[in-house]
């Protein structure tokens, strides 16, 4: 069964540090690793799709790699600002009738 | 304005009762999915739908109920079965199985 881990739980940074997020899963027999961003009460927005196929995917200040051999994501965020404090999901979909298993998230808290 | 469209945004339940979560899309996708969120933790997959007139459970069914009559719609229905309801239910679609995945609102039910 895919278990998805991410650490830390919760991130708190000062305005305009780069920070990384870390998202690790247990089974590489994936289709895709997504990344997404839940502010409270919301819904999901998805940031970033990786394929199976690919190593990274960069969308304006944010950057995810995977490594699917090691069964490692990462989330870089570049110059933080306090709009990007949320909390953070990936989830990662198998090729196992095409499931997808969530992260437990980290929140991210960015100071002014 | 394509989406997903969850509502009501907030329900209430009394013990004993069946409540119905709506959820439609006009994206076209042909996979839709509902995940219950607890506090602090990731997303737990309780049906999915690949295709109209066919859905699977997921890891959580017990107690619910769904339908998959049109391609845009996908309601689920917490039954009175299920002991523990309250939570944030969140709807998903993607365009098949392993594409990207797009969220609705939600909708948060709380037992009184």
């Known amino acids: 069964k895919q278990e998805v881990t991410q650490i830390p739980a919760a991130l708190s940074v000062p305005e305009g540090e780069n920070l990384v997020l870390n998202c690790s899963f247990t089974d590489s027999a994936i289709y895709n690793l997504q990344w997404f961003r839940q502010d409270p009460g919301k819904g999901l927005t998805s940031l970033l799709l990786?394929?199976?196929?690919?190593r990274e995917q960069t969308s304006g200040r944010l950057n995810a790699s995977l490594d699917k051999s090691s069964g490692r994501s990462t989330l870089y965020i570049a110059a933080s600002q306090p709009g990007d404090s949320a909390t953070y999901l990936c989830?990662?979909?198998?090729?196992?009738?095409?499931?997808?298993?969530f992260g437990d998230g980290t929140t991210l808290t960015v100071k002014p | 304005d394509g989406g997903i469209t969850q509502s009501p945004k907030y329900l209430f339940r009394k013990e004993g009762q069946n409540v119905t979560l709506s959820c439609e899309q006009n994206?076209?996708?042909?996979?839709m999915y509902w995940y219950r969120q607890d506090p602090g933790q990731g997303l737990r997959l309780i049906y999915y739908?690949?295709?109209?007139?066919?859905?699977q459970k997921g890891d959580i069914a017990e107690g619910y109920s769904v339908s998959r009559e049109k391609k845009e719609s996908f309601p689920l229905t917490v039954t009175s079965a299920q002991k523990n309801p309250t939570a944030f239910y969140l709807c998903?679609?993607?365009?098949?199985?392993?594409?990207?995945?797009?969220f609705g609102q939600g909708t948060r039910l709380t037992v009184v």
């Open positions: 739908s690949q295709i109209v007139n066919d859905f």
């Open positions: 994206l076209n996708h042909d996979a």
């Open positions: 998903a679609s993607s365009m098949g199985v392993g594409g990207e995945a797009f």
């Open positions: 990786i394929q199976s196929s690919q």
């Open positions: 989830a990662v979909t198998g090729t196992n009738a095409g499931k997808s298993t």
